[in-house]
């Protein structure tokens, strides 16, 4: 019964993410309520499993050291939901955001089954991880270049060289580019989520541990928060373009730089 809490937890927070990932592109209302609401049948459901823990257990439920990722979502939700309270429609803006999170930790949570390493290094979801590490990182190197063409475009727009490499061999408007370079963080975003929950539910099913400590993966949450901040930062200040283009490109150097530092 507890096991499928966690489980139906996590296909919710997933099912939810995926909604709101595809609302991040086209911005259609409906997108944003409905998962908006699968959203709260994931954060109710982790209410019912701590409930049934808390009885069955008679005290707080967090035992071991599986259980820190899943009470952090807990906790994730109750604050989002209270300044939601506060703040209403604006802060639903970032339900994508706190669903991508929240997806992560409880994956990391799922009940264990035994398995010999060697045999763990071929499971599906390892590899899944490694292809969307890759991924991500082939996007964001696009971004970065997309963003660099952005920066010299807009450079010799407002020096008026119309002779310019980038003004007369690209047929393409300083506008396009902000869209594509925006449109590339929501993918960079998304497939560093996929990256992160393919691992945790490697590591939780297969080998009975979490990264939360491990270096290499460390690195993808700090990757994952920073473009989840970019792109929502995008959707409450669409007039600072400028400001997204520059953080891209920071953002780029940061990442290429954790994958070697941590030889991922």
Do not use: C
């Amino acid at each position: 019964m507890l096991e499928i809490l966690v489980i139906a937890s996590l296909i919710f927070y997933l099912i939810s993410s995926i909604i709101l990932w595809i609302y991040l592109f086209n911005r259609k209302t409906v997108l944003k309520k409905i998962g908006f609401s699968a959203l709260g049948i994931g954060y109710i459901t982790q209410i019912i499993y701590i409930g049934i823990r808390d009885i069955k257990e008679k005290t707080f439920y967090i035992s071991t050291h599986s259980d820190i990722p899943f009470f952090l979502a807990f906790i994730l939700m109750t604050i989002f939901y209270f300044f939601v309270f506060l703040y209403k429609e604006k802060l639903k803006e970032l339900s994508s955001f706190v669903s991508t999170i929240n997806t992560v930790l409880v994956a990391l949570t799922l009940p264990h089954t035994y398995i010999k390493d060697k045999t763990s290094l071929k499971n599906i979801w390892f590899h899944l991880h490694i292809i969307f590490s890759t991924v991500s990182l082939g996007l964001i190197i696009f971004s970065f270049i997309v963003a660099l063409i952005y920066f010299f475009l807009e450079r010799d727009l407002k020096a008026k060289n119309l002779n310019s490499f980038f003004i007369s061999k690209l047929s393409i408007s300083l506008t396009t580019i902000q869209n594509l370079v925006f449109k590339t963080n929501i993918l960079i975003f998304i497939s560093l989520t996929l990256s992160l929950v393919a691992s945790s539910i490697w590591v939780s099913v297969y080998k009975n541990t979490h990264w939360l400590t491990q270096p290499r993966e460390f690195g993808l949450v700090g990757m994952l928060i920073y473009y989840g901040i970019l792109v929502h930062l995008g959707l409450f200040f669409p007039q600072k373009k400028n400001l997204q283009i520059k953080t891209t490109i920071i953002g780029a150097f940061i990442s290429v730089f954790i994958f070697v530092f941590t030889k991922h």
